[in-house]
């Protein structure tokens, strides 16, 4: 069958969703990851402006190719790798039927980030890319984009898991997709340092079924100290939802919650605790984000979101407050200006449409929205 995406074309057996599907026994091409594949397409497109010297990109899982054929498409010299030979063959005569050069190889991905040097790297396995982390910051010189698309162990839903694959404790909170997400990036910021390099989240976002960060490398180890002191631990009251952040590699838990003192604390860490996203850069690339996009009005919103999204190291779910203290949700935009009316930062969170961020606590946010009309 013939697949058109971000205006180019590719041949695929199948097409199905692997997140619900699985890998299954043959190559196939994933519908539901074309928002993810848009948004790397746009990237690719602004960090080019950004770092001119990016030239060569190596798509080290392959599969259908499609990732690369795009890369391919937007100027850069693509490298697709698999182990298996028929995602070899298959992505080796999409790149040439598109006519933008680029070569197929049959190697293991990690043999050949170790033995060659590539300026972006892009993993996308399924499940886990920690295997796969050591040599891609060993050996990348400009940008690592990630896909994770075990979401359980990440937000700890499957915490035995996320402590042996990322080595940090996740808990499974309301906030759980920004819990994954950090746990990423902390992982991602660790493994880059063991090499004196930072690895800078310059765009990361969590949709669906996985997480997506593009880092950027800073090979000052200087740099890379400082992205560790960004790191550190996140200890969350069970009762009212209160949560605090504490900027260390020891953990330091409160004996009892600073807003209703119980003592059911969860402690999670070491995660990452700075910006997942930087704001200049997502603007710019939203404005790469060309109509032959199949995800464009989609991504530009995401885009749009993380351009604007408060810092904070987790979000809040409004209907979740809102039902901890027995009353109706208000409009999101209500509830923010409300907010904002009151003093305090607020904006949308990109996680769902009822997150929300802002540097209020929960007893402010509380005490802020008291007098809302659900209905205004």
Not at 90 to 110: F, I, K, P, T, Y
Not at 220 to 247: M, N, P, W
Not at 311 to 332: E, I, N
Request: charged share 25%; hydrophobic share 40%; glycine share 6%.
């Amino acid at each position: 069958m013939h697949v058109s995406e971000g205006g180019v074309e590719i041949e695929v057996p199948d097409a199905r969703d692997g997140a619900s599907a699985g890998t299954g026994d043959d190559v196939f091409y994933n519908p539901t990851q074309e928002l993810n594949r848009d948004i790397t397409a746009a990237v690719l497109r602004a960090f080019r402006e950004r770092e001119p010297r990016a030239e060569s990109y190596l798509d080290a899982m392959a599969a259908s190719g499609i990732r690369g054929v795009r890369a391919a498409a937007e100027g850069y010299d693509v490298t697709c790798a698999d182990l298996d030979t028929d995602a070899v063959e298959l992505a080796q005569s999409n790149l040439d039927r598109a006519g933008n050069g680029g070569e197929a190889v049959h190697r293991n991905a990690n043999a050949l980030m170790y033995d060659s040097v590539f300026d972006v790297v892009d993993l996308d396995p399924f499940g886990t890319p920690m295997p796969f982390a050591d040599p891609a910051f060993a050996n990348t010189r400009d940008l690592v984009c990630v896909t994770a698309t075990d979401t359980a162990p990440l937000c700890g839903a499957h915490q035995k898991s996320g402590i042996r694959k990322y080595g940090c404790l996740p808990q499974n909170t309301d906030y759980h997709p920004e819990m994954g997400l950090r746990t990423l990036l902390g992982a991602m910021v660790r493994t880059a340092a063991r090499y004196d390099k930072a690895a800078v989240p310059i765009l990361s976002h969590a949709t669906r079924h996985y997480a997506r960060a593009y880092l950027e490398l800073d090979e000052r180890a200087t740099k890379a100290d400082e992205l560790l002191e960004s790191t550190g631990f996140v200890y969350h009251c069970e009762d009212c939802l209160h949560r605090e952040a504490e900027h260390s590699l020891i953990a330091h838990p409160p004996e009892a919650c600073g807003n209703c003192g119980s003592t059911r604390i969860l402690e999670a860490g070491p995660i990452w605790l700075g910006p997942v996203s930087e704001p200049a850069f997502a603007e710019a690339v939203r404005d790469e984000v060309t109509e032959d996009f199949g995800t464009a009005k989609r991504a530009r919103k995401l885009l749009d979101t993380l351009a604007v999204e408060l810092d904070t190291p987790t979000h809040f779910d409004q209907h979740r407050l809102c039902k901890l203290w027995g009353r109706s949700a208000s409009k999101m935009e209500t509830f923010l200006e409300t907010l904002r009316d009151a003093g305090y930062d607020a904006t949308p969170a990109h996680y769902h449409g009822t997150a929300f961020k802002t540097d209020a606590t929960v007893a402010e946010i509380r005490e802020a929205t008291a007098a809302l009309d659900p209905e205004a």
